[in-house]
């Protein structure tokens, strides 16, 4: 049974925070040091902590819609929130932007950087590794200027079927007759119409439903021969050349990782990326491919690359399990998902991917058409501001611009949209209890990675470590505070992001590239700092960085969690909570006033006798 004991320690002569009249800061410290194993689940199931609750249901506050207003939303959150609305958590769901040439000059990077972007997405179908350097450039300078700390994604291509090159664009009518042949030369002439991959006349079967760009032109298999299919358009448009093509319920028989892929994968590596996002994953053999590839190039432990799979074809959803497993987090790539399967699937295949990223303690994007409205428009539609309300509600980490923020009209407007309404559902969620915090009431609970119930023969455990987690994360609920960790390797911030607290997560780490992966996680904000051989240098010093930022105030309590792996100021079988309360800013008493008000009259009356004067003291 695991023993806990509680002490309170305040230094010889030290005030209470509370006491009236307060001059100096009371280090007031809360220590809950835990040695040993982990409480036996006698009943099947383990008791929800007792919470606190708002006034107003999660429903009842979603309902009432979301204010673009921030004067507005204010008010209401403090009417719905009275709990929270004097110490309201800032937005913990983080936002991914794609860069583009709406956004990638220096003024303009940086004010999507200052507005609230977390990780920048280098999308490798658009732009050359020229271009790319040059944003990657922007991030280290940015991240240098201690401001805040972005990540970066570097998004593969990806085997794709393509249209060939037209002499002009067709103008396609339904029921007219249109062939698609891997011969070469077709130009569009009597409506023959190249394609890039050979095995597209295997792919296709008579019946298969054929699309362009995703949906917006659509035609039906009539015949084929060994070069040409034959096709009658169902929904007709204007066809244009290297035209992205799917069949409906298929994926193509590509290989995942094309040639142009391991370029840019390469160049990844070079450049220290942070997160590769790869294409239109099939299987989880293709990730252990480049997870074996990339430990061969010595990208592991701290220097490890996060491999995210993109969920976006028939074959990655048949094998959903597997790749989630073999993977370091997932994106929801609804784009191709909605073509590959039919679009009323999409919502449910989100809210699995979703809930199968949360269950394994892995970040998941939500990506795709979220504000796609807003590349021409200032203004979002209801529907796009409702799509990233359940996006933050089923408990994605991240949420993704793409055109909004690459090429838009608005791309600013976008991302401040985007924050204000994951912060706003944020808010109205509040009201939610124990660890049911996200995702349907139809879905199972999210609970344990590691279930506590399984034989854990050491403190070393990491079943150990997430327990450990789970109960920093109801104490700092509890007392409606943060969570302040020093990591190392990131293990510990990952798995406290994992019970989604209600108040952020400061990681303190002394290794760059933990930081910067950090910066993908639910809650998190990574601060980067050289670790003291004392623990309590750190830790003031990491307190007084907190209060410089603005992070916590005077009289704050915090929740000061020592745990993971890899012990830092302590031993191998010790993990501990210390709650301390943040230094009150020194406020001078009367006589020090006094004393100041009589040296400014005298200095002025020195000046007035034409006298320099001397330093006063």
């Not at 597209?200 to 008579?206: A, G, P, Q, R, T």
């Not at 009259?601 to 006063?616: E, I, W, Y």
């Amino acid at each position: 049974m695991m023993q806990c004991s509680v002490s309170t320690v305040r230094p010889f002569g030290a005030f209470s925070p509370h006491q009236a009249g307060t001059r100096r800061p009371a280090h007031t410290t809360a220590r809950v040091l835990c040695t040993a194993t982990p409480p036996v689940n006698r009943g099947g199931g383990r008791p929800e902590p007792s919470r606190p609750t708002t006034a107003t249901s999660a429903v009842a506050g979603y309902a009432k819609g979301i204010s673009l207003s921030p004067s507005l939303a204010s008010q209401q959150l403090d009417d719905e929130h009275g709990e929270y609305s004097l110490n309201a958590p800032p937005r913990k769901t983080k936002t991914v932007c794609t860069i583009g040439p709406t956004s990638c000059d220096r003024e303009a990077f940086f004010r999507l950087a200052d507005s609230g972007m977390n990780v920048v997405r280098l999308n490798m179908s658009h732009g050359d590794h020229a271009s790319h350097q040059q944003v990657i450039d922007l991030v280290r300078e940015y991240n240098a200027m201690g401001r805040r700390n972005l990540a970066i994604m570097l998004d593969t291509k990806g085997p794709e079927v393509r249209s060939g090159d037209l002499t002009q664009p067709l103008e396609l009518r339904a029921g007219e007759t249109v062939t698609f042949t891997i011969v070469a030369g077709a130009d569009g002439t009597n409506n023959r119409i190249g394609v890039n991959y050979d095995g597209f006349i295997d792919d296709v079967e008579l019946g298969d439903i054929l699309l362009v760009d995703g949906g917006i032109m659509s035609a039906v298999v009539r015949s084929k021969t060994d070069t040409d299919v034959v096709t009658e358009i169902v929904d007709g448009g204007s066809m244009k050349s290297r035209r992205h093509l799917n069949i409906r319920g298929k994926s193509a028989n590509l290989p995942a990782i094309t040639d142009r892929d391991w370029a840019d994968i390469r160049f990844g590596l070079e450049q220290g990326v942070d997160y590769y996002a790869l294409s239109f994953v099939r299987t989880a053999d293709v990730i252990y491919e480049l997870k074996d590839w990339l430990a061969r190039a010595g990208a592991t432990g701290t220097s490890a690359i996060g491999v995210l799979a993109k969920i976006e074809s028939a074959d990655s959803v048949a094998n959903l399990d597997a790749i989630l497993d073999a993977v370091d987090g997932a994106m929801v790539a609804r784009g191709d998902l909605g073509a590959e399967l039919p679009v009323e699937e999409v919502p449910y295949w989100q809210s699995k991917i979703v809930r199968g990223c949360r269950k394994r303690g892995k970040p998941v994007i939500v990506a795709t058409n979220m504000l796609e409205s807003m590349i021409k428009c200032p203004t979002p539609t209801r529907a796009e501001v409702s799509d990233i309300a359940i996006a933050v509600r089923e408990g994605a980490d991240a949420v993704m611009l793409s055109g909004e923020t690459a090429h838009g009209s608005f791309p600013f407007k976008s991302l401040d949209v985007m924050a204000m309404v994951a912060r706003r559902t944020e808010r109205a969620m509040l009201s939610y209890e124990g660890a049911r915090r996200y995702g349907s009431e139809e879905s199972d609970a999210i609970d344990w990675i590691m279930p506590p119930s399984r034989s854990m023969n050491s403190l070393s455990d990491v079943g150990i470590s997430e327990m450990f987690a789970y109960h920093a994360v109801t104490m700092a609920n509890t007392i409606r505070t943060s969570l302040v960790v020093f990591s190392r390797k990131g293990h510990m911030p990952a798995l406290l992001s994992h019970y989604r607290p209600d108040y952020p997560i400061y990681c303190f780490t002394e290794n760059e590239a933990v930081q910067r992966r950090m910066a993908l996680l639910h809650g998190v904000t990574a601060i980067y700092t050289r670790f003291s051989e004392k623990a309590a240098v750190t830790f003031d010093a990491a307190i007084e960085e907190l209060k410089q930022r603005g992070y916590v105030k005077g009289g704050q309590l915090v929740a000061i969690v020592q745990s993971g792996r890899q012990p830092i100021w302590r031993s191998s079988s010790t993990h501990s909570i210390a709650v301390r309360a943040v230094p009150r800013d020194v406020v001078p008493d009367d006589s020090d006033e006094e004393e100041e008000e009589k040296a400014k009259a005298k200095a002025a009356k020195v000046g007035r006798a034409g006298v320099t004067p001397a330093v006063l003291t």
